[in-house]
């Protein structure tokens, strides 16, 4: 099935340090969602993002809507070891009812 | 209870037996989605519910993949004559108001999985 294009695919990074990952698309989407998924578990919702060009926090999380609609961002500041995880990307494509979600991006924080 | 949950969370089963994967989701919420996500991959839609109906049913891989709302909460996502390729964790996400209504601020929530290995 169709995923999309998300990197880093994985990143190791020291306690403190700031994470930015990112997800792409072909296609124009009305709606992005950023998941961390933790092993054996399903995914939790971190952000939500509606317009192009939005902006929004969620703590330590900062996430954006890009201006072309294509594409989102997704910003962890001050990493503390319990990110660890598997982050995940999801777009609305618009005309659809569907989400279709990215390859994920796997971080590990070292202490 | 508050978040979706899915029974049971794991399943093991033979090639060509038939399996049932329920799913319940927040109180309240129209709109459930099934997911498929195999081992280091994304979730993968499956099927879309709207109330009781299937909105999009476009993921289903084939025709021994069926899923059911009936009364438009708990749903059934059943596999007929299962094959080792059908393992995976089969997830379930209910949101309020589903991804192409009306409403700009849909969002979904997800249950934990339930892990299907076919023997």
């Known amino acids: 099935g169709q995923q999309l294009n998300q990197s880093p695919q994985s990143m190791f990074i020291q306690e403190g340090e700031d994470v930015s990952m990112n997800c792409t698309s072909s296609?124009?989407?009305?709606?992005w969602l950023w998941y961390k998924q933790d092993p054996g578990e399903g995914p939790v919702l971190l952000i939500a993002?509606?317009?192009?060009?939005e902006l929004t926090s969620n703590g330590r999380l900062t996430a954006q809507f890009g201006i072309t609609r294509k594409d989102s961002f997704l910003n962890i500041s001050a990493s503390i070891p319990s990110d660890v995880g598997i982050y995940f990307c999801a777009g609305h494509p618009s005309g659809t009812y569907k989400y279709i979600f990215g390859t994920g991006t796997r971080l590990k924080v070292l202490a | 209870g508050a978040g979706v949950s899915q029974t049971p969370s794991n399943k093991v089963t033979e090639k060509g037996k038939y399996v049932e994967l329920r799913c319940d989701p927040i109180?309240?919420?129209?709109?459930l989605y099934w997911y498929r996500q195999s081992l280091g991959q994304g979730p993968e839609f499956l099927i879309y519910f709207q109330g009781t109906g299937a909105a999009d049913d476009s993921g289903l891989p084939n025709d021994r993949f069926f899923a059911v709302r009936p009364e438009g909460s708990v749903s059934t996502l059943k596999i007929q004559r299962t094959e080792r390729g059908d393992s995976a964790v089969y997830l379930c996400a209910s949101s309020p108001q589903g991804a192409g209504s009306l409403s700009s601020t849909d969002t979904q929530y997800f249950g934990p999985g339930t892990r299907l290995t076919v023997l």
């Open positions: 109180s309240g919420h129209t709109a």
């Open positions: 296609s124009i989407f009305n709606t």
């Open positions: 993002l509606y317009k192009a060009g």
